[in-house]
């Protein structure tokens, strides 16, 4: 393609590092424009150093706007120039975990309207006109709430976005692929396996139903081979401080969140594709490429 240009829509500051990173380094790195828009400013992430827990919603209440420093680290580390908060920063505010007090926040994104959110991505859509819009699948990659309305708000800005009905002076696009990033089941087997032999020394290792964040592998439709950008995640993974803990590099390519549970971090990612039409199927009948089959 002369100028591809992909979107990704995540929940919190450290989410594009985690689930996504390396594929994004690859298309910066290969000439693609790449744009992430955050929902939220993670207000309610549990601090883990302690010279930062002041920062706490419980505290201070300025985390988020310390993450706003760290995601812009994070960005520069993955080759990231535009990104943009949905609304702007602090329209909506972190949810918490599902079942928390924090979900009945009346700013919070879990109960925003999804009309009203996706007003503000549209926009960015039609402006940005993305050929490939990544974002979280129903169940929110593991049932976050913030992620699960990250999926819903996506979903009905993509609507919107292609609808000529909806008039606010810029041209409708349809973005001809939309993909849920997602693990293979079978990949964090592999992974528990890899980190048991490894014995973290700086976090536990979990069992796969307590994970809780992977598909069967017939789900899976793609797998970006960006294995070569992975330095470039783990020092985003490592910008995020206030949230991840990064495994020293003699250790590996680990790292573990306040729960303490540890995680490879992967250079080969996979998704879901949700929306339009599959390209040619490399090895493992899977897309290699998140463009793949598109032209123009």
């Known amino acids: 393609m002369k100028e591809p240009r992909i979107l990704f829509v995540h929940a919190h500051p450290d989410d594009e590092s985690i689930g996504t990173g390396a594929t994004m380094a690859k298309y910066t790195a290969e000439g693609a424009h790449v744009c992430l828009v955050t929902c939220t400013l993670g207000e309610e992430g549990e601090v883990i150093p302690e010279d930062l827990r002041h920062l706490a919603s ?3 209440d300025r985390l988020g706007e ?4 760290e995601l812009a680290e994070a960005c520069a580390a993955l080759g990231v120039r535009d990104h943009r908060f949905l609304g702007g920063a602090g329209r909506w505010r972190d949810s918490g ?10 700013g919070c994104f879990w109960r925003a309207d999804v009309d009203t ?7 960015v859509i039609r402006e940005v006109r993305p050929h490939v819009v990544v974002t979280y699948d129903e ?8 992620h699960i309305q990250a999926h819903r708000v996506t979903w009905r ?7 000529p009905a909806h008039e606010d002076g810029a041209e409708p696009w349809r973005v001809p692929k939309v993909y849920a990033y997602a693990t293979p089941r079978t990949v964090l087997a592999r992974a528990i396996a890899v980190m048991r032999e490894a014995k973290l020394p700086f976090a536990r290792v979990a069992g796969l139903d307590e994970l809780g964040s992977g598909v ?3 789900q899976v439709t793609s797998a970006v081979d960006a294995r070569a950008h992975l330095p470039a995640k783990i020092a985003a993974l490592r910008a995020h401080r206030t949230q991840i803990v990064v495994a020293p590099d003699e250790v ?13 971090a992967f250079g080969t990612e996979y998704f879901i594709l949700q929306a339009g039409e599959l390209g040619p199927l490399g090895p493992g009948r899977r897309e290699r490429d998140l463009f793949a089959g598109l032209t123009g």
């Open 58 to 60: 419980d505290k201070e």
């Open 66 to 69: 310390y993450r706003i420093g």
């Open 97 to 106: 975990m599902m079942g928390a007090a924090t979900n009945d926040h009346p």
């Open 117 to 123: 959110a996706a007003l503000d991505l549209v926009p």
């Open 139 to 146: 169940r929110g990659n593991y049932g976050h709430p913030d």
């Open 157 to 163: 800005a993509y609507e919107l976005a292609a609808d």
């Open 216 to 218: 069967p592998d017939g």
């Open 252 to 264: 590996g390519p680990f790292f573990a969140l306040s729960n303490n549970l540890g995680q490879q």
